[in-house]
């Protein structure tokens, strides 16, 4: 299974694995599913950080590609394609960051690791949490 983080689950798996059911988690440590980290996570983390939203997520900030390498996931980029595709999704979601992770996700057929209920709004994108 190849599934991509959302930035809560990426936080939570490098934070606080506890807040991760054991499911989730377990799922996470099976070498046999691929991981992946949305860049928009990196970008969603930033902004956060500064904005003084994450005070507890400076080691990832400061430690961004350490974060993702010690839970081997690789990062996404963000394509011209994902970033229309979020923009044009006529869903009634305003976080830009779970627009492009859902149409990330939906591009890619990924499924998306996530325990927030607002992505069943967008049809097409297989969730777990």
Same mark, same amino acid.
Do not use: C
């Given at each position: 299974?190849r599934l991509l983080?959302?930035?809560?689950?990426?936080?939570?798996?490098?934070?606080?694995?506890?807040?991760?059911?054991?499911? %989730?988690?377990?799922? %996470?440590?099976?070498?046999?599913?691929?991981?992946?980290?949305?860049?928009?996570?990196?970008?969603?983390?930033? *902004?956060?950080?500064?904005?003084?939203?994450?005070?507890?997520?400076?080691s990832v900030v400061?430690?961004?590609? =350490?974060?993702?390498?010690?839970?081997?996931?690789?990062?996404?980029?963000?394509?011209?394609?994902?970033?229309?595709r979020a923009g044009?999704? =006529?869903?009634?979601?305003?976080?830009?960051?779970?627009?492009?992770?859902?149409? =990330?996700?939906?591009? =890619?057929?990924?499924?998306?690791? *996530? *325990?927030?209920?607002?992505?069943?709004?967008?049809?097409?994108?297989?969730?777990?949490?």
């Amino acid at each position: 299974m190849r599934l991509l983080l959302d930035t809560h689950v990426l936080l939570w798996a490098v934070l606080e694995p506890h807040k991760l059911s054991s499911h %989730l988690r377990g799922t %996470l440590e099976d070498s046999r599913h691929e991981l992946l980290v949305s860049a928009a996570s990196a970008w969603e983390i930033a *902004t956060k950080w500064r904005l003084g939203k994450l005070a507890h997520a400076a080691s990832v900030v400061h430690n961004y590609h =350490q974060a993702i390498h010690g839970l081997a996931a690789t990062e996404l980029p963000i394509s011209g394609e994902a970033a229309l595709r979020a923009g044009l999704w =006529q869903v009634d979601h305003r976080d830009p960051f779970d627009r492009i992770l859902a149409a =990330q996700a939906a591009q =890619q057929e990924l499924v998306l690791a *996530t *325990t927030d209920p607002a992505f069943s709004l967008f049809a097409g994108v297989e969730r777990l949490s």
